[in-house]
T-cell receptor, first 115, second 115 residues
Framework: AQSVAQPEDQVNVAEGNPLTVKCTYS??????LFWYVQYPNRGLQFLLK??????LVKGSYGFEAEFNKSQTSFHLKKPSALVSDSALYFC?????????????FGAGTTVTVRA | EAQVTQNPRYLITVTGKKLTVTCSQN?????MSWYRQDPGLGLRQIYY???????DKGDVPEGYKVSRKEKRNFPLILESPSPNQTSLYFC??????????????FGPGTRLTVT
């Protein structure tokens, strides 16, 4: 079985400060990991993914994430947050060695960046 | 423009009255999926389809039906809606690749209220 946890419901940061959104996962093998963002009244948009290779993944809008196999984590980071980064962020995991094609999402983390 | 469309965007209905939410994508994607989003629970997968005439249950399929007669369309059917199906629903599509490693494209969402 696969699962993903986002331990923080909310993250508040000041504009210009670093932003981190945490994600941990559980799969039986090597995971496929994804980050999506949801702006108010919109569908989800893809930010970045880890499939294989370099543990540091760079994505859209200046975001990056680091895959850490020993800690089973895939935290999303941005060096300098903007007010426009305020949104709901979802981490998702898929076990490519599983016998189905499900994708499991975390509960989401609301990010608020204050001016 | 590459997109996933859903209709209707908003729907208020009564218990037991059959309804269908349509989903269509113009990217020739093999994989399509339905999710429901509830506060504190994130996105939960209802059904997915790997290709035409191939559908499978996600994590919360009870009370829902789907069909995939054409590659571009993946309607969600609630034959006898109940108040616990009040939720925000998202359709998504993606390429499959070898192990479903591609990101998903999401529709704008359908907010359903069952009274």
């Amino acid at each position: 079985a696969q699962s993903v946890a986002q331990p923080e419901d909310q993250v508040n940061v000041a504009e210009g400060n670093p932003l981190t959104v945490k994600c941990t996962y559980s799969v039986s093998g090597n995971p496929y990991l994804f980050w999506y963002v949801q702006y108010p009244n919109r569908g989800l948009q893809f930010l970045l993914k880890y499939i294989t290779g370099d543990n540091l993944v760079k994505g859209s809008y200046g975001f990056e994430a680091e895959f850490n196999k020993s800690q089973t984590s895939f935290h999303l980071k941005k060096p300098s947050a903007l007010v426009s980064d305020s949104a709901l962020y979802f981490c998702a995991v898929r076990d490519p060695e599983g016998n189905d094609y499900k994708l499991s999402f975390g509960a989401g983390t609301t990010v608020t960046v204050r001016a | 423009e590459a997109q996933v469309t859903q209709n209707p965007r908003y729907l208020i209905t009564v218990t037991g009255k059959k309804l269908t939410v349509t989903c269509s994508q113009n990217m020739n994607h093999e994989y399509m999926s339905w999710y429901r989003q509830d506060p504190g629970l994130g996105l939960r997968q209802i059904y997915y389809s790997m290709n035409v005439e191939v559908t499978d249950k996600g994590d919360v399929p009870e009370g829902y039906k789907v069909s995939r007669k054409e590659k571009r369309n993946f309607p969600l059917i609630l034959e006898s809606p109940s108040p616990n199906q009040t939720s925000l629903y998202f359709c998504a599509s993606s390429r499959t690749g070898r192990h479903l490693e591609y990101e998903q494209y999401f529709g704008p969402g359908t907010r359903l209220t069952v009274t």
